[in-house]
């Protein structure tokens, strides 16, 4: 989105200008950034050290400079800080954006102004005036110059995406075979060294980088430290990597020669502990780019660094939320900037920028989720997994048309990166394999269906969740080609086969699956799209809820629903009345939670340190629990359960399962979780997957 919106006010984040009551201001480099910031992280309060490290990042510069900026973005918005409209300051914590700016792709002002002079110049184009040429008495009609105009236009934007030529399916090669998984693969640019990120089996990451010719490997490790996703500057002698801990998330750079020496390491950029960003160097090699999310709830903004002076600016880019901008190239030529832009799951939206004209366009908007993207060697198209399940490569032009199939492979692909050979690429090739695993009281043992024991079953059966008042079970498992949900009753000889209860006519990505308090009733989260499935007639009906980022879902009761979404950049609690269509807002600031019957009460988790808070129907806080979950949501799945009379989830602190008793104060260990993810409880066991195989290798296409 190019305009940012409020009131008799708007942004032009292309040319960096202010429209403010009709009056168009430039402002100057940092008073724009600081002012972005602002309208960017509105309603909440922003301390000194943020906008220091955010605004005026790798440069040393005292309190009085942002002072002195604040007081030039005051002025620009007509603010009086004795009676502000706009930025209010919090004493000893920092500055509050008062105003929730709207972002557009068109400008309110422009439209007036071409509504205002538009009764004038209609009769002239449709009475289609002549033009006379000087020295040659040739005459064109205005129609014939606007239809050169427009034809001009097509020509100067669309023509490299639809002149594309196809690529030929290419063969392809493995360059690792360990039974281990390698990520973000990268070549060197002399296509003589392979770099990639190697995960261990407790699941700790290091860099690995192999001579393609000697074959001899160096490791770069540290502890307590999770180091990826190397990249090579243009020279071959530099890469950027990742080092993300518990404390901290920077993206350090470092001589190829001396990367194994830490303290011979400097930092390019922080990142914050939300953030899993993605990075590259500029093919002149004189920018570095990456992406990075400010909060939670905030989408991914591109920064782009000058690598001589260290100074970092914020990319023209869509405003959005949801993942924002996740994934993004640059072209071979280094003259576009092609983003991925996700507002609401499955939805896809592909953003051009001109870096020469700062032009950025919408060139096309897809049904599904595209994972990442590299532009292809041509410049003028992109190479980007197919949709899920991703078994192949494909080719696409810059508004998503597929031109090709450029790699078909038996496993599921990921992380493409473009060779520097004007012709290949190398990509991920992985294959994961979970079972179900059911454990009571200590004893592990696999689930029985149909009598016998479901032993590995060769396909990825994932998100199992157990009834509330019985060992049935429900869980998703790749039997056929799609993600489906199957439901398993316990009979009196063990459990039975499996029930297929769905039939999508379309590849989903699954979250979450939930049993209803009585258990005759079964949720499923699938790509910011609610199911509720019918256990005894095995119907399944799509909830009217479109274009909300949905985070996390519980039931209330068996009426309604609990869910989470992201508003104006915040966490918001809303309760869902199925058979009227209804949202109540609940509160706002938590991450989700679960409805108490037995104390008519909401247990949620809060963003203030992940404490879990009981909270009345008409919103009054009655209690804060000693008792912090950690992660409050993963892969969209809510971090706490009642189980028994008990408030249980996941610390990450402890590593284990924690619970508070209702009534109770206390907090202590629940039971031990042999795995972090994945899992369901009851009264009387724990249903979780466990991961039989786990392989991902680095492949490359061959040309003929």
Same mark, same amino acid.
């Given at each position: 989105?190019?305009?940012?919106?409020?009131?008799?006010?708007?942004?032009?984040?292309?040319?960096?200008?202010?429209?403010?009551? /009709?009056?168009?201001i430039?402002?100057?480099?940092?008073?724009?950034?600081? &002012?972005? =910031?602002?309208?960017?992280?509105?309603?909440?309060?922003?301390?000194?050290?943020?906008?220091?490290?955010?605004?005026?990042?790798?440069?040393?510069?005292?309190?009085?400079?942002i002072?002195?900026?604040?007081?030039?973005?005051?002025?620009?918005?007509?603010?009086?800080?004795?009676?502000?409209?706009?930025?209010?300051?919090?004493?000893?914590?920092?500055?509050?954006?008062?105003?929730?700016?709207?972002?557009?792709d068109? !400008?309110?002002?422009?439209?007036?102004?071409?509504?205002?002079?538009?009764l004038?110049?209609? @009769?002239?184009?449709?009475?289609?005036? !002549?033009?006379?040429?000087?020295?040659?008495?040739?005459?064109?009609? @205005?129609?014939?110059?606007?239809?050169l105009?427009?034809?001009?236009?097509?020509?100067?934007?669309?023509?490299?995406?639809s002149?594309?030529?196809?690529?030929?399916?290419?063969?392809?090669?493995?360059?690792?075979?360990?039974?281990?998984?390698?990520? %973000?693969?990268t070549?060197?640019?002399?296509?003589?060294?392979l770099?990639?990120?190697?995960?261990t089996?407790?699941?700790?990451?290091?860099?690995?980088?192999?001579?393609?010719?000697q074959?001899?490997?160096?490791?770069?490790?540290?502890?307590?430290?999770?180091?990826?996703?190397?990249?090579?500057?243009?020279?071959?002698?530099?890469?950027?990597?990742?080092?993300?801990?518990?404390?901290?998330?920077?993206?350090?750079?470092?001589?190829?020669?001396?990367? #194994?020496?830490?303290?011979?390491?400097?930092?390019l950029?922080?990142?914050s502990?939300?953030?899993?960003?993605? %990075?590259?160097?500029?093919?002149?090699?004189?920018?570095?780019?990456?992406?990075?999310?400010?909060?939670?709830?905030? /989408?991914?903004?591109?920064?782009?660094?000058?690598?001589?002076?260290?100074?970092?600016?914020?990319?023209?880019?869509?405003?959005?939320?949801g993942? /924002?901008?996740?994934?993004f190239?640059?072209?071979?030529?280094?003259? =576009? &900037?092609?983003?991925?832009?996700?507002?609401?799951?499955?939805?896809?939206?592909?953003?051009?920028?001109?870096?020469?004209?700062?032009?950025?366009?919408k060139?096309?908007?897809?049904?599904?989720?595209?994972?990442?993207?590299?532009?292809?060697?041509? @410049?003028?198209?992109?190479?980007?997994?197919?949709?899920?399940?991703?078994?192949?490569?494909?080719?696409?032009?810059?508004?998503?048309?597929?031109?090709?199939?450029?790699?078909?492979?038996?496993?599921?692909?990921?992380?493409?990166?473009?060779?520097?050979?004007?012709?290949?690429?190398?990509?991920?090739?992985?294959?994961?394999n979970?079972? $179900?695993?059911?454990?009571?009281?200590?004893?592990?043992?696999?689930?029985?269906?149909?009598?016998?024991?479901? !032993?590995?079953?060769?396909?990825?059966?994932?998100?199992?969740?157990?009834?509330?008042? @019985?060992?049935?079970?429900?869980?998703?498992?790749?039997?056929?080609?799609?993600?489906?949900v =199957?439901?398993?009753?316990?009979?009196?000889?063990?459990?039975?086969?499996?029930?297929?209860?769905?039939?999508?006519?379309?590849?989903?990505?699954?979250?979450?699956?939930?049993?209803?308090?009585?258990?005759?009733?079964? $949720?499923?989260?699938?790509?910011?799209?609610?199911?509720?499935?019918?256990i005894?007639?095995?119907?399944?009906?799509?909830l009217?809820?479109?274009?909300?980022?949905?985070?996390?879902?519980?039931?209330?009761?068996?009426?309604?629903?609990?869910?989470?979404?992201?508003r104006?950049?915040?966490?918001?609690?809303?309760?869902?009345?199925?058979?009227?269509?209804?949202?109540?807002?609940?509160?706002?600031?938590?991450? /989700?939670?679960?409805?108490i019957?037995?104390?008519?009460?909401?247990?949620?988790?809060?963003?203030?340190?992940?404490?879990?808070?009981?909270?009345? #129907?008409?919103?009054?806080?009655?209690?804060?629990?000693?008792?912090?979950?950690?992660?409050?949501?993963?892969?969209?799945?809510?971090?706490?359960?009642?189980?028994?009379?008990?408030?249980?989830?996941?610390?990450q602190?402890?590593?284990q399962?924690?619970?508070?008793?209702?009534?109770?104060?206390?907090?202590?260990?629940?039971?031990?979780?042999?795995?972090?993810?994945? %899992?369901?409880?009851?009264?009387q066991?724990?249903?979780?997957?466990?991961?039989?195989?786990?392989?991902?290798?680095?492949?490359?296409?061959?040309?003929?």
């Amino acid at each position: 989105m190019r305009y940012l919106q409020c009131q008799d006010i708007e942004i032009d984040t292309q040319n960096q200008v202010l429209n403010c009551n /009709g009056e168009v201001i430039t402002l100057a480099p940092k008073v724009y950034e600081l &002012l972005l =910031y602002f309208c960017l992280n509105s309603q909440r309060v922003i301390s000194k050290d943020e906008l220091m490290e955010h605004v005026w990042a790798g440069t040393l510069v005292t309190e009085n400079a942002i002072t002195r900026t604040l007081v030039k973005v005051r002025k620009a918005l007509g603010d009086d800080p004795k009676s502000p409209q706009f930025i209010v300051t919090a004493p000893r914590k920092g500055y509050r954006m008062l105003q929730s700016f709207v972002a557009s792709d068109d !400008s309110v002002f422009l439209k007036r102004d071409k509504d205002a002079v538009g009764l004038a110049n209609s @009769s002239k184009l449709e009475l289609s005036t !002549s033009i006379s040429t000087k020295g040659t008495g040739f005459k064109v009609s @205005s129609k014939i110059i606007l239809g050169l105009l427009v034809l001009a236009y097509i020509l100067f934007f669309y023509w490299p995406i639809s002149s594309s030529p196809s690529l030929k399916v290419k063969q392809i090669k493995a360059l690792t075979r360990e039974v281990s998984q390698e990520l %973000f693969p990268t070549v060197s640019p002399d296509l003589n060294r392979l770099a990639y990120t190697k995960i261990t089996t407790n699941g700790a990451k290091y860099l690995v980088i192999e001579n393609l010719k000697q074959h001899e490997k160096k490791t770069v490790q540290q502890p307590d430290m999770d180091l990826s996703k190397i990249v090579w500057s243009y020279n071959n002698e530099q890469v950027a990597f990742l080092s993300q801990s518990k404390q901290s998330c920077v993206i350090y750079l470092a001589s190829l020669s001396t990367i #194994e020496q830490t303290n011979t390491w400097e930092p390019l950029t922080n990142c914050s502990e939300y953030s899993n960003p993605h %990075f590259l160097f500029s093919p002149d090699g004189k920018s570095f780019l990456f992406n990075d999310r400010l909060t939670s709830t905030n /989408g991914y903004q591109i920064f782009k660094i000058d690598l001589k002076s260290g100074q970092k600016e914020i990319v023209n880019q869509p405003i959005t939320v949801g993942k /924002g901008n996740y994934s993004f190239d640059v072209s071979p030529n280094g003259e =576009y &900037l092609v983003m991925l832009n996700s507002e609401f799951e499955p939805i896809t939206a592909i953003y051009t920028l001109n870096f020469q004209s700062s032009v950025l366009k919408k060139t096309g908007q897809l049904d599904y989720l595209m994972r990442s993207v590299a532009f292809n060697h041509d @410049s003028q198209s992109i190479v980007h997994p197919s949709p899920h399940p991703a078994y192949e490569l494909w080719q696409s032009t810059l508004s998503g048309e597929k031109l090709s199939v450029v790699a078909s492979n038996t496993s599921r692909v990921k992380h493409v990166q473009r060779l520097n050979n004007n012709r290949d690429f190398v990509f991920v090739s992985y294959l994961l394999n979970r079972d $179900l695993v059911y454990q009571a009281d200590g004893e592990e043992s696999q689930f029985l269906e149909g009598g016998v024991a479901e !032993s590995n079953s060769s396909v990825m059966d994932y998100l199992p969740t157990l009834a509330n008042k @019985s060992n049935n079970y429900a869980f998703v498992s790749k039997r056929t080609s799609n993600s489906e949900v =199957y439901f398993v009753e316990e009979g009196r000889n063990g459990m039975k086969e499996p029930i297929k209860i769905t039939n999508f006519e379309y590849h989903v990505k699954l979250y979450d699956l939930t049993f209803s308090p009585s258990d005759q009733q079964l $949720l499923i989260l699938a790509d910011n799209q609610l199911f509720i499935a019918d256990i005894n007639t095995k119907h399944v009906a799509r909830l009217p809820l479109s274009n909300r980022s949905i985070q996390a879902v519980s039931w209330q009761n068996e009426e309604r629903l609990l869910f989470t979404t992201i508003r104006n950049n915040n966490w918001q609690v809303s309760s869902y009345h199925i058979a009227t269509e209804t949202l109540t807002d609940i509160a706002d600031g938590y991450y /989700g939670g679960i409805f108490i019957p037995k104390l008519q009460l909401f247990a949620l988790v809060s963003q203030q340190e992940n404490q879990i808070t009981l909270m009345t #129907e008409q919103g009054q806080v009655t209690k804060s629990l000693a008792m912090n979950c950690h992660p409050a949501v993963e892969s969209r799945q809510l971090n706490l359960h009642l189980i028994d009379g008990e408030l249980v989830c996941f610390s990450q602190k402890t590593g284990q399962l924690v619970s508070v008793p209702l009534g109770s104060d206390v907090a202590s260990l629940w039971r031990n979780l042999p795995a972090r993810v994945d %899992f369901s409880a009851n009264n009387q066991g724990i249903i979780y997957t466990k991961m039989s195989q786990s392989i991902a290798d680095v492949m490359r296409t061959v040309s003929e």
